[in-house]
């Protein structure tokens, strides 16, 4: 998904504009530190990346030589957009809004309904499954389901735990982004620090810059509100909650609007003088950031090596010992278990080829939840049994973390391993097993 993002917007830039555009497109990318670990883990944001700069794309065809092909094709794409994810909604709704600028405006509410139609019809198996498997096709979302109640939802909106209306985290809230280091997610959240530089000269170029082609005005005004619309999508949601401090919810926008960027960058030999050549300055300093991200990337790609396994050189539970070796050792303590055994997992949210059935701990909630619900470490345990559950595996590194501002829960905790038999735990004492009796 990665690269075929990267190939379409070098495409676009390249087919609107010229090579040098598309060639600075490709290198703004380059520049982003987290995209090539995002494009090669197994997550659903490059999937949305492309769907969201395709539907673009599509959008500026349809606006620069209209076809109903184009405007069918683009409803397929956002569709597609909205079975990835929630926070794709800002795709549609781009779309839709600038399809529905067309005059006359009785064209625009033709094209926009039938856009909206064949949207709605692509997204809808996904969200059906939702409603017969989970009882909401928005699940967990605005009318609950399976599994679900007030206290996880509360729990996973962490509502009241972001920025706020501070006006000064607000103006900050661009330097933080790329800093980086509020991410909830550090190896998500880098998004290199070029986008920042080049944004007033990329504004100036918005603001200023005069293109008498339609098929240079549509691909910018298209971008700029797709990335306005989720930017502030994305600062509303930090403003609530701390856990969507995740700068890689900005991607999906963030990668389209490399176009502009480019652009920018392009231009600024305009700033030049015969006393001052701004744009050999600038160019020197891209030059270092993108030299100091390829170099980063690569090694992190190095020390871990993943080619040896794929040419068979290293066994997967090798690499899994090599790269996370707390996790190999779990690994083999729970081959030791017995086959039939069901382990119910605290303060951990992966399960990862682990050798005995295991429920995670998804959203790092199990232990608090289940004290809401039971009330005594007691009751949980008994309602433990009462699951068929048979082992605890408790991840002592997650719970420390968890727990380090909240002494009333981690007493809970350990009143309630009192309540357990502890059968082993690796040697570096990240995780313990224990048995309920």
Known sequence: WGAISALLLWHWAARTWNIEVGRKTILLLVSIPSLPLLASWAYADMALCFYA?????????????????????????????????????????????????????KQGLRNAAHFSLIALLTALPWYLRNAFLMGNPFYPFVFGGRYWDTFLAQWYSGSGTGIGWDIFQLILLP???????????????????????????????????????????????SITLFSALSFLAWTVGVINSSALWQTRLLFPALLPFAIPTALGWDALTKL??????V?????????VVIALAIFDVGLFVFRRNPLAVVFGAQSRE??????????????????????????????????YNLPRLTQPDAIVSNFAHDLFLYQTTDEVVQAWKAQGYTHILIYERGADLTLADDPSRLAELNYTRDSLILLSRTPDGVYSIYLIP
Not at 272 to 277: A, F
């Open 175 to 221: 330097f933080n982004a790329v800093l980086g280091y509020r991410d909830a997610n550090f190896f998500d959240g880098r998004m290199g620090p070029l986008f920042l530089i080049l944004f007033p000269i990329t504004l100036w170029i918005l603001i200023k810059r005069p293109f008498q082609n339609p098929a240079q005005n549509w691909p910018l005004i």
């Open 53 to 105: 700069a395709a539907s673009l794309f599509t959008l500026t065809q349809f606006k620069t030589s209209p076809a109903d092909s184009w405007l069918r094709i683009m409803g397929v794409l956002c569709g597609f957009a909205m079975g990835v994810k929630y926070t794709s909604f800002v795709v549609p709704l781009a779309c839709g809004l600038l399809l529905l600028s067309h005059r006359p405006l």
């Open 279 to 287: 744009s050999f300055l600038v160019n020197a300093l891209i030059a």
């Open 318 to 351: 090798e690499y899994i010992h090599r790269v996370n070796p707390s996790y190999a050792e779990l690994m083999q303590l729970m081959e030791k278990l017995p086959a039939t055994a069901l382990v119910y997992s605290l303060y951990e949210p992966r399960s």
């Open 272 to 277: 030049d003088s015969p006393k001052l050549r």
